[in-house]
């Protein structure tokens, strides 16, 4: 999801004549609000200027705007982050600040030079942006269950592993939330915090200045919190501390960019070069990815027709009756336990006893709700692995990674594929961001 580029449902948009490019900018920007988006990618081409909204971790086209705009829209941006104006042929980066309807954002700058020009992208900070709960996130039944056993946990590590733009933060300041409290100690030790949760104290890490991965982290276990939010562990150094401390005393959440639980685990195996220290440490391993939520409001049921029901049976081996049982079980568990307002009003079931029968998409045009793109926000997909003996063992022993990628994965309460289908068999999301499914 994270390198989807997408068109708008609506048509992109060009520039009003003798408009100022203060006042495009400010129209980018409240679009940008308007439309929930993360990220604003500034793209000069040779014949336009093209202006791309990240939202629920896909790219969607928004604007276009004439070329000749492209360097009088850079200055604006460089000079509203106070950049070098004169510095065109190198990278810059800053932050700066932007109000929209007496409400501050932070946003942060990036500028990379290319033939035809600057190419610009600037992230939006929400300030008081609040976590959802870990059911809205997208979490629920057995894999729920999983993650909140481990977050009780007196001491110990939770990996929670995905790409850029594929949720890991929200899911660790979900975890966060779930865990703060007044009689508690949380510490963050990030980058950049995407949400900010009353009680808990953050410490930004900035390389740059000084403050590196494990000097920050050093930093806040000195003052003995409960729990720490680590939001990567990119060294040896940031690694052996962490699993140290979770040995000792604190429950650390880390997240991770490996592309799957397997690799999260194995990358840290590699860096902390302690497989016994890391196997009594561990206690969950989580990956994830965003899909586009159908909006509630307009999306669409249909039946499936006999070809896509042969290709979904063949991908999910529905022609074996136990895993058609096993299917129908785990949809009517999410139809239980999911959010009331998540689920279609009359919710139909997607499976019979002959397969597949009936998937949900957006409606073409979307409605008023979803600014007429037909989804809303993104749900979470989600794979998680409770670490139990067996899965210890064979991280201590020596063996091969094929055995341990094998262990990880027989130990995963679903997949993440399994996940993505019961939640388009319950009108959360479309068939198409199914991972591994090819329309």
């Known amino acids: 999801m994270g390198g989807t580029v997408q068109n708008s449902t609506n048509s992109p948009t060009a520039a009003v004549p003798d408009e100022s490019t203060e006042s495009i900018w400010r129209r980018i920007f409240r679009q940008a609000i308007r439309t929930n988006a993360t990220d604003i990618h500034i793209e000069p081409q040779i014949d336009a200027l093209i202006v791309r909204f990240r939202r629920q971790g896909a790219l969607f086209t928004d604007l276009s705007l004439e070329a000749e705009l492209a360097r009088p829209l850079a200055r604006q941006l460089k000079q509203l982050a106070g950049l070098d104006l004169r510095q065109t042929k190198t990278p810059q980066e800053s932050v700066f600040t932007q109000i929209h309807n007496h409400h501050t954002y932070h946003l942060s700058v990036n500028t990379m030079p290319l033939v035809s020009g600057e190419r610009i992208v600037v992230h939006i900070d929400d300030p008081v942006a609040q976590p959802p709960e870990l059911t809205a996130i997208g979490l629920w039944g057995k894999s729920l269950t999983y993650l909140q056993n481990a977050l009780a946990a007196p001491r110990g590590l939770i990996l929670i592993s995905g790409p850029n733009h594929s949720g890991v933060a929200t899911t660790l300041a ?3 939330a779930a865990l703060c409290s007044p009689y508690h100690h949380v510490a963050s030790v990030e980058e950049n915090a995407a949400y900010h949760v009353p009680d808990m104290t953050y410490m930004a890490v900035r390389p740059s200045n000084g403050m590196t991965w494990p000097r920050v982290l050093r930093m806040q276990l000195k003052h003995e919190p409960e729990v720490v939010i680590l939001g990567n562990i990119p060294d040896r150094e940031t690694a052996e501390i962490a699993i140290e401390a979770a040995n000792r005393q604190q429950l650390i959440l880390s997240g991770s960019r490996a592309d ?3 690799l999260a685990v194995t990358q840290l195996l590699r860096l902390s070069g302690n497989p016994l220290d890391l196997a009594a440490s561990l206690r969950l391993v989580c990956t994830q990815r965003l899909a586009p ?3 509630p409001d307009c999306r669409e049921a249909y039946p499936v027709e006999a070809g896509l029901q042969n290709r979904l049976a063949q991908m999910f081996r529905l022609d074996r009756v136990e895993a058609m049982t096993r299917l129908q079980q785990l949809e009517q568990e999410a139809i ?7 689920l279609p009003s009359a919710n139909k079931i997607g499976t019979d006893r002959h397969g597949i029968v009936r998937l949900w998409r957006a409606k073409a045009g979307g409605c008023h709700s979803c600014h007429k793109s037909g989804y809303q926000a993104a749900v979470g997909l989600f ?3 409770p670490v139990n003996d067996s899965l210890k063992r064979q991280l201590i022993q020596p063996s091969s990674m094929t055995a341990l990628y094998e262990r990880i994965n027989a130990e995963r309460v679903s997949s993440l594929a ?10 959360l999301i479309a068939i198409e961001y199914v991972p591994g499914f090819l329309y």
């Open 336 to 342: 239980n336990q999911m959010p009331g307002d998540q």
């Open 260 to 262: 799957s639980a397997s």
């Open 293 to 295: 939520r159908l909006c």
């Open 383 to 385: 794979e998680v692995i």
């Open 418 to 427: 399994v996940d993505a289908l019961i939640k388009a068999l319950c009108g």
């Open 174 to 176: 979900g975890c966060a």
